[in-house]
């Protein structure tokens, strides 16, 4: 995909949008959370998390069945237990992870967002307890999140 098209190959017809904020400017999430959570409980939230989108209002931007829902899952823990302070595992297994190019094949506008924010936030409500995150790195998550996510919005809302 040219990721300079604002036309993506594929059933996308709407144009593109780039918040003009640009790329996020936060900090990095401190690596006291993989050290803590390990890639087992890293990959657990995430398949929480996942079972969560894929019941959301968003969940037709996910895969629907439940082995691809976890295959999906298991991608984005690979690149999260990085982002945790951990190891390269998804640069290692699929490449550069180059995001927001990867997000453009679907329509993203902020209500999607905001959708995956929720669903974001009550598997990080849980994290302290179901999979050992520690409770003094939630906050630091969350920011890094919210920054994070305002880059794949790749669409206006529209107003009704």
Same mark, same amino acid.
């Given at each position: 995909? +040219?990721? *300079? ?5 594929? #059933? ?14 936060? &900090? ?17 939230? =995430?398949?929480? =998390?996942? $079972?969560? %989108? ?5 969940? &037709? %931007?996910?895969?629907?069945s439940?082995?691809?829902?976890? !295959?999906?899952? #298991? ?7 990085? %982002? ?11 490449? !550069?992870?180059?995001? $927001?190019?990867r997000? *453009?094949?679907?329509?993203? &506008? /902020?209500?999607?967002?905001? /959708?995956?924010? $929720?669903?974001?936030?009550?598997? %990080? +409500?849980?994290?302290?307890?179901? =999979?050992?995150?520690?409770? /003094?790195?939630? +906050?630091?998550?969350?920011? =890094?999140?919210? +920054? ?11 107003? #009704?």
């Amino acid at each position: 995909m +040219d990721i *300079l098209n604002t036309h993506p190959a594929g #059933d996308r017809e709407e144009p593109i949008w780039t918040p003009q904020t640009g790329p996020p400017q936060t &900090d990095r999430i401190p690596v006291a959370v993989y050290e803590a959570m390990g890639e087992t409980q890293i990959t657990a939230f =995430f398949h929480a =998390f996942y $079972r969560r %989108l894929g019941e959301s209002s968003v969940a &037709d %931007l996910f895969p629907k069945s439940e082995q691809n829902l976890m !295959r999906a899952a #298991d991608k984005s823990a690979a690149m999260f237990v990085f %982002l945790f302070g951990g190891p390269h595992v998804y640069q290692k297994k699929y490449g !550069r992870p180059m995001m $927001r190019a990867r997000h *453009l094949p679907f329509v993203i &506008d /902020e209500a999607a967002r905001q /959708e995956w924010l $929720r669903c974001y936030r009550e598997t %990080l +409500d849980e994290a302290p307890e179901l =999979f050992a995150m520690p409770a /003094e790195h939630v +906050d630091a998550v969350w920011k =890094f999140v919210v +920054d994070f996510s305002a880059w794949m919005v790749n669409a206006e809302t529209k107003e #009704d």
